[in-house]
């Protein structure tokens, strides 16, 4: 079965850092787009950063130039450098990743159980 977990949220003041990161397991046969999604209180789940295969990263024009998106093919992990946070980032972050597992016959989309990220004032 397979799994996303994701690693690295965490409290930090106005201006800081965090790193996120998330680690793919079980029998997989290939790793299409991987990114990250947040959903702060009341509002929906939305789009943080997406990077494909290949490497090519797309992000929300609010993350742009703070935040960067990086993938392991190898290790089938895929993290978020989070830079210059603000408490406006402070919400749930979510684990993306479109997979092909051995037990199915086409890809579908998986998402870890999410990690809080706390940015105080």
């Known amino acids: 079965q397979v799994q996303l977990v994701e690693s690295g949220g965490g409290l930090v003041q106005a201006g800081g850092s965090l790193r996120l990161s998330c680690a793919t397991s079980g029998s997989i046969v290939s790793i299409y787009d991987m990114g990250w999604y947040r959903q702060a209180p009341g509002k929906q789940r939305e789009l943080v950063a997406l990077i494909t295969s290949g490497g090519r990263a797309n992000y929300a024009d609010s993350v742009e130039g703070r935040f960067k998106i990086s993938r392991d093919n190898a290790k089938r992990q895929v993290s978020l450098q989070m830079n210059s946070l603000n408490p406006v980032d402070t919400a749930v972050y979510y684990c993306?990743?479109?997979?092909?597992?051995?037990?199915?016959?086409?890809?579908?989309?998986?998402w870890g159980q999410g990690t809080q990220v706390t940015v105080s004032s």
């Open positions: 993306y990743a479109r997979i092909w597992a051995r037990t199915t016959v086409t890809s579908s989309d998986y």
